[in-house]
T-cell receptor, first 112, second 114 residues
Framework: DTAVSQTPKYLVTQMGNDKSIKCEQN?????MYWYKQDSKKFLKIMFS???????INETVPNRFSPKSPDKAHLNLHINSLELGDSAVYFC???????????FGQGTRLTVV | AQSVTQLGSHVSVSEGALVLLRCNYS??????LFWYVQYPNQGLQLLLK??????LVKGINGFEAEFKKSETSFHLTKPSAHMSDAAEYFC????????????FGKGTMLLVSP
């Protein structure tokens, strides 16, 4: 009964590869997000989608491409991975009119 | 624009002592304010939230926070620390309009010693 689930939990890959992270929420929320947590634990918004439409893109390199096939899913595809992409990526969801966001367990991406 | 400042990257307390984690915010419009907790290798869990109702907000695990507009603060407290409270705590702000997103502080690691 996980509210926001993302897979995989861990991802180790080589520089230059392409990888995807999947996220699903069963809360019936309108809005989904991707956040990046760096090695110093700082959390920064990357993207926000509302009802499958991109709302916010916070100056993220275009190697990162989110895709929302429906309002319950938001996937993140990353091309040509770089060492600096190593981080924990969190998916989250909320109601547009609501307050708090609910977070997934995170995907720890390590680029070697 | 909105921002959050958490004073102290680490706070150490003894078990049973008062916990006080500080958060100051900046927002041009009335904010929503939150405290999240992150245990090692886990996601963020909501502790409590302020959404313009009561200024003293009670959350889970015995935590509470008070919204003080005059001081632009939203400090988190707990009367008596438990070992299980050791974690990273994040204060976050979200403006009360449209498609806003959470802006987080840099986090405070709470260390609890026996």
């Amino acid at each position: 009964d996980t509210a926001v689930s993302q897979t995989p939990k861990y991802l180790v890959t080589q520089m230059g590869n392409d990888k995807s992270i999947k996220c699903e929420q069963n809360l019936g929320h309108d809005t989904m997000y991707w956040y990046k947590q760096d090695s110093k634990k700082f959390l920064k918004i990357m993207f926000s989608y509302n009802n499958k439409e991109l709302i916010i893109n916070e100056t993220v390199p275009n190697r990162f491409s989110p895709k929302s096939p429906d309002k319950a899913h938001l996937n993140l595809h990353i091309n040509s991975l770089e060492l600096g992409d190593s981080a924990v990526y969190f998916c989250a969801s909320s109601q547009v009119s609501g307050a708090e966001a609910f977070f997934g367990q995170g995907t720890r991406l390590t680029v070697v | 624009a909105q921002s959050v400042t958490q004073l102290g990257s680490h706070v150490s307390v003894s078990e049973g002592a008062l916990v006080l984690l500080r958060c100051n915010y900046s927002s041009s419009v009335p904010p929503y304010l939150f405290w999240y907790v992150q245990y090692p290798n886990q996601g963020l869990q909501l502790l409590l939230k302020y959404t313009s109702a009561a200024t003293l907000v009670k959350g889970i695990n015995g935590f509470e926070a008070e919204f003080k507009k005059s001081e632009t603060s939203f400090h988190l407290t707990k009367p008596s620390a438990h070992m299980s409270d050791a974690a990273e705590y994040f204060c976050a702000v979200r403006v009360n309009s449209g498609y806003s997103t959470l802006t987080f502080g840099k986090g405070t690691m709470l260390l609890v010693s026996p």
